[in-house]
């Protein structure tokens, strides 16, 4: 059982480039996130889906589009990656409803360089 | 503004108690998680309250008091393995899940 798997670990880009973040979940489950994780700091949540076909913005969606073509794949896109977009990031998954536990993947760590 | 406050750092020693503490000022409240993350992996579920008081799994428990804005989280017969950082999240008044930035504990032998 996989679970959550994200797609790359890891990634190096250089300013201006754009990239797309995969992350795909076997668990059929309604919700999926797309958070930031920097030092110091809480998780921020970018963008996130309550179910196929619909997406919604999270606390800080600049620079950042994602598509919930398939239930089970949610990806996050980079337009024109910024250094400041250096961070790591996770996928999440739930049941439906926001009291459901999130279930996360590794995490893709990316620099922009 | 919403905010939540969890201690940076712990030290604790193996085989001890520890308490790590979360208070929060936000729009409402719906519900709390607690989550375990290792350093370099995922987050991973520990613990939901809604209700005031105590829930114990194992040797985890974590406690509630809507009233206070506060909650803990207890670990019990530290072992080594439970070095990681612990993070609390609470579900505000538009369902929306606020992070804190986690308390990193440090199991000493």
């Known amino acids: 059982n996989a679970g959550v798997t994200q797609t790359p670990k890891f990634r190096v880009l250089k300013t201006g480039q754009s990239m797309t973040l995969l992350c795909a979940q076997d668990?059929?489950?309604?919700?999926m996130y797309w958070y930031r994780q920097d030092p110091g700091m809480g998780l921020r949540l970018i963008h996130y889906?309550?179910?196929?076909?619909?997406?919604a913005k999270g606390e800080v969606p600049d620079g950042y589009n994602v598509s919930r073509l398939k239930k089970q794949n949610f990806l996050l896109g980079l337009e024109s990656a910024a250094p400041s977009q250096t961070s790591v990031y996770f996928c999440?998954?739930?049941?439906?409803?926001?009291?459901?536990?999130?279930?996360f993947g590794d995490g893709t760590r990316l620099s922009i360089l | 503004g919403q905010n939540i406050d969890q201690p940076t750092e712990m030290t604790a020693t193996e085989g001890a108690i520890v308490q790590i503490n979360c208070t929060y000022q936000?729009?409402?409240?719906?519900?709390l998680f607690w989550y375990q993350q290792h350093a370099g992996e995922a987050p991973t579920f520990l613990s939901y309250?809604?209700l005031d008081g105590l829930e114990e799994k194992g040797r985890f428990s974590s406690f509630l008091s809507r009233s206070k804005g506060y909650s803990y989280l207890l670990l019990k017969e530290l072992q080594m393995k439970d070095s990681a950082s612990y993070l609390c999240?609470?579900?505000?008044?538009?369902?929306?899940?606020?992070w804190g930035a986690g308390t990193k504990l440090i199991i000493k032998p």
């Open positions: 668990m059929n489950h309604e919700y």
């Open positions: 999440a998954s739930s049941e439906q409803g926001e009291h459901q536990p999130q279930h």
């Open positions: 309250n809604v």
């Open positions: 999240a609470v579900i505000d008044s538009n369902y929306q899940l606020i």
């Open positions: 936000t729009s409402g409240f719906n519900g």
């Open positions: 889906s309550v179910g196929e076909g619909t997406t």
